[in-house]
């Protein structure tokens, strides 16, 4: 089992509507989580980060944690053309130091 | 420019060849990773320091691959007796420690085509 999965997609939204990103995580105790956007040919750029459970608002971007379930999302409201990349979940678990642990990210196209 | 960066940018070589890559962290930055990404994979965490310690490798790490940070600074990643398989973007990222947190910031790799 992969420790970090997230749907591929590719993932369309309408500019101006509200993008949905899930990330589930299969380490029960893992600590920090972060959600990383990469355009094609470029390294990660962070996002955001989020350490405990509930929500965590920047900008048109929020990041909502759930250890009871696992999971954690990214919206992103009011979608630009700009915010088209693959969108990178990474994971710190807990037995293994603080290397991160990434998803295979999901394609994100917001169509003009 | 304050942020990562990495050199050279693009490398291509011959299968059999040895590749030497290099990292610049961010200045005050005290933690340095390595990753290696393929297309259509995330990242993939081959090894980190803590200061000029390496604390960790990958345990698919090839005794092929060496990475030295020798005074804390900057790093190299060296990649002996290359495959076709060694073709990957190579990450290197940095980051601080402070407060229990240890988020990192990347460069903008190094492209390695292996002929």
């Known amino acids: 089992q992969k420790e970090v999965e997230q749907n591929s997609g590719p993932l369309s939204v309408p500019e101006g509507a509200i993008a949905s990103l899930n990330c589930t995580y299969s380490?029960?105790?893992?600590?920090?989580f972060f959600w990383y956007r990469q355009y094609s040919g470029k390294s990660p750029e962070l996002i955001m980060s989020?350490?405990?459970?509930g929500d965590k608002e920047d900008g048109r971007f929020t990041a909502q944690l759930n250890k009871a379930s696992q999971y954690v999302s990214l919206l992103i409201r009011d979608s630009q053309p700009s915010d088209s990349a693959t969108y990178l979940c990474?994971?710190?678990?807990?037995?293994?130091?603080?290397?991160?642990?990434f998803g295979t990210g999901t394609s994100l196209t917001v169509i003009p | 420019d304050t942020g990562v960066s990495q050199d050279p940018r693009h490398k291509i070589t011959k299968r059999g060849q040895n590749v030497t890559f290099r990292c610049d962290p961010i200045?005050?930055?005290?933690?340095l990773y390595w990753y290696r990404q393929t297309l259509g994979q995330g990242p993939e965490f081959l090894t980190y320091f803590q200061n000029e310690a390496q604390l960790e490798k990958s345990r698919l790490l090839s005794d092929r691959f060496s990475a030295e940070r020798p005074k804390g600074s900057f790093s190299t990643l060296e990649i002996q007796r290359t495959e076709q398989g060694d073709s990957a973007m190579y990450l290197c990222?940095?980051?601080?420690?402070?407060?229990?947190?240890?988020?990192?910031?990347f460069g903008p790799g190094t492209r390695l085509t292996v002929l």
């Open positions: 990222a940095s980051s601080l420690v402070e407060w229990g947190t240890d988020t990192q910031y």
């Open positions: 200045s005050e930055h005290n933690r």
């Open positions: 380490d029960r105790v893992s600590q920090s």
């Open positions: 989020i350490y405990s459970n």
């Open positions: 990474a994971v710190t678990l807990s037995n293994t130091g603080n290397q991160f642990y």
